[in-house]
């Protein structure tokens, strides 16, 4: 990250109004491609594939130039479309390609599971070169320096630049210089790696619009055009964010149904069936006796923990943890401690001191403890160590003495805490059902007192859910702010939960029947799903393709030298880039990568610790073994360019690992094993 030139702004005389020039750039933008009158998108992709005289095993690989004729050719992307077009199969299929790869070979499949004979490894976090820290404080040194002798300048010879940070005609500025700071010398500078616009669905390729500034990133220039790129940057772990098949189909015939709202609260006619649908099909799914469901994942976190504790009560929260749960920590009132990310010593050294000493002041013992943490951490791609915690609710659940009250009753405290998981990232994502890290570790869900997950993530929806018992559930339906305050989830969103839901409840109908038991049937009867669907075979395929590529990139990236974080089977791999220069320069080579553009997440300060700027990879099941090579052998060419391999152990060459994948981690667990009772399982579209 450089300072470069002065990026005061220029004078009204002189050019343009800026907020005018983008008004203008906007208007340029072309109408995103339109896929319509299809009635059966899905099933005429299907017999197309099956059609074909040659059937592909996997997905070839990526053709960016619409010129180009392939399999994977893009569709028309030009911005005269007809809406009442009938598209050919040929163009349906590419469509379908684009959003989620072709990939037969069952060798590519595996299952993320926690072997039970192996403690749980902890993280490994390793430590670049003190040069590579030194040149990174360097550059922030110099970036701030630099940027306040500006400021300074500025101030003097250009206020015009600066009048909405100073006081004027008796107000205040609502922001100050020293809070704009940051974003307008160091963000400010690559702003063009955030906020990218896109123009389709956010599968397995993405259409980006391009763009280009001339005043150092205050205002963007759209050109007009798109660029059809690897999408590794959006949350959609399972694929299920298509234009087409069962779940798009659902969501079409609910808002035919029920429009595009309730206008209305949860406690105050906003209800509708659909809600009460998805929410019995997430109890069910999770494992607990009741679930409610929120319209925004963020909110879920934020109104749910102040109506769990308040003031008298103390919430332990891992210092990684989301942004949500810190602000509903703090809309709570309780007490509040953290402990070292993920490291269970920190966490049972914290319990034993607030468990003995009691509240602050009077020491009096706590009302409630609340431990939270995260199912998958989304900026380290960390896993929870959920056996230890477990243990460690048990191993409390007996009274605990004060270390020097020997047995006098009037020192002993009750030592019991309660334990909020955040799946978030987990559900959908781990486990060989797809049911988060209880899932993975074959632990209880009822050992877990709050599970809370969004849609976002896995399903291709949006919203959140808590799950727990059902006196639990119907306290918060009172009490948590998103019940009587926040509108209600769009009918056609808590549609589309279900028949994801829906499509792997199966997993879960013979194994744990529960007190609020959802039969297969709870559906509404004019949701029609299509076979692959309703019986689960294509939920399956999905988690086993996500837990192969998630593997295979994370083995991959540390065969080839990188400092990665984060657990094997996450999503989520972060490669971490240190410098704040390099992480602009990764994100624009990337997005320029010839022959296929791979769109990517870079993320630095205040989201991560100053030094550990990262680019962060989200796989998902539309992605190929073929996509994942393409993103390994441009990590290999920006790693050997930037300097970026700086991690330990064995290293091999990009060839090596494509050819000899199978040799990367441990043994690749059978699926038939897993799955005796089911039918050898298909890819999506193949059979």
């Known amino acids: 990250m450089t300072t470069g030139r002065s990026s005061r702004s220029p004078s009204p005389s002189s050019s343009p109004d800026p ?63 007809d809406l009442h077009t009938t598209f050919t199969s040929e163009q349906i299929s590419s469509a379908i390609h684009n959003e989620f790869g072709y990939c037969s070979n069952q060798n590519y499949r595996c299952v993320s599971q926690h072997n039970p004979e192996k403690p749980v490894a902890e993280d490994e976090i390793e430590e670049p070169p003190y040069y590579i820290l030194f040149t990174t404080y360097l550059s922030y040194l110099l970036v701030i320096v630099f940027g306040h002798l500006r400021d300074l300048i500025d101030k003097r010879f250009a206020k015009s630049s600066f009048t909405h940070l100073m006081p004027y005609d008796g107000y205040a500025p609502l922001n100050s210089d020293f809070d704009s700071f940051y974003t307008r010398r160091l963000k400010q500078r690559i702003d063009d790696c955030f906020s990218q616009p896109i123009a389709s669905v956010a599968g397995r390729t993405i259409l980006v619009y391009d763009r280009y500034s001339k005043d150092f990133n205050r205002t963007q ?60 099909l997430v109890a069910r799914f999770v494992g607990t006796e009741d679930a409610l469901i929120s319209s925004m994942g963020f909110a879920t976190n934020s109104t749910v923990i102040p109506a769990l504790v308040s003031k008298g009560c103390l919430i332990i929260s891992d210092e990684h943890n989301h942004a949500s749960i810190r602000t509903g920590a703090r809309q709570s009132g309780a007490h509040v401690r953290m402990f070292k990310h993920n490291d269970m010593r920190s966490l049972e050294g914290l319990l034993r001191e607030v468990i003995s000493q009691g509240q602050p002041k009077t020491h009096r013992s706590w009302r409630k403890i609340l431990v939270i943490v995260e199912g998958l951490y989304s900026m380290e791609g960390t896993m929870v160590n959920l056996p230890k915690i477990i243990e460690l609710k048990r191993k409390y659940k007996v009274r605990f003495l004060h270390p020097l009250g020997y047995l006098a009753p009037s020192l002993k405290w009750g030592a019991k805490f309660y334990l909020f998981v955040d799946e978030a990232h987990s559900i959908g994502a781990l486990g060989p059902h797809g049911r988060g890290v209880t899932d993975y570790f074959n632990i209880s869900p009822s050992s877990v007192d709050v599970l809370m997950g969004t849609f976002t993530k896995s399903f291709g929806a949006a919203g959140g859910y808590i799950a727990g018992s059902k006196p639990l559930i119907d306290s918060l339906r009172m009490r948590g702010y ?48 299509p076979p692959f669907l309703s019986d689960g075979s294509e939920a399956y395929e999905r988690i086993r393709r996500l837990a192969f590529n998630s593997r295979y990139l994370h083995a ?64 998902s099941a539309s992605h190929t073994k073929e996509d994942v090579d393409v993103v390994l052998r441009a990590c290999d060419e920006l790693g050997d360019l930037m300097d970026l391999k700086h991690g330990r152990g064995e290293r091999w060459p990009i060839e090596e690992i494509n050819e000899h994948w199978n040799e990367l981690g441990e043994r690749k667990i059978r699926v038939d094993v897993l799955y005796p009772s089911q039918k050898p399982p298909f890819t999506f579209l193949h059979k």
């Open 482 to 529: 998103c019940g009587p305050y926040a509108e209600a989830g769009a009918p056609s969103n808590a549609i589309s939960k279900s028949p994801t839901n829906g499509v792997l409840m199966p997993s879960v109908a013979v194994e744990r029947p529960l007190p609020s038991k959802v039969p297969s049937s709870a559906l509404p009867a004019w949701l029609s799903l």
């Open 19 to 81: 907020l005018q020039a983008k008004r203008s750039s906007v208007a340029q933008l072309p109408p995103p491609p339109i896929i319509t009158s299809y009635p059966s998108l899905g099933h005429d992709a299907n017999v197309y594939a099956r059609n074909r005289s040659i059937t592909p095993t996997s997905t070839p690989s990526l053709s960016v130039s619409p010129s180009t004729s392939s399999d994977d050719t893009i569709l028309d992307e030009s911005d005269d479309h």
């Open 556 to 619: 991959g990236l540390k065969k080839l030298g990188f400092i990665i974080y984060g657990h094997p089977f996450s999503p989520i791999v972060p490669l971490l880039i240190f410098n704040p220069g390099k992480m602009p320069m990764f994100a624009r080579m990337m997005r320029k990568m010839k022959p296929t553009p791979i769109a990517v997440v870079v993320v630095a300060y205040p989201a991560t610790p100053l030094v550990t700027s990262r680019v962060r990879f989200c796989l």
């Open 221 to 280: 220039i759209y050109t007009g055009t798109t660029t059809r790129a690897l999408n590794v940057a959006s949350y959609n772990y399972l694929g299920f964010a298509q234009s087409h098949g069962g779940c798009a189909d659902a969501v079409e015939e609910s808002i035919r149904r029920y429009g595009v709202s309730t206008c209305g609260t949860r406690l105050e006619g906003g209800t509708c069936d659909l809600h009460g649908i998805a929410e019995a």
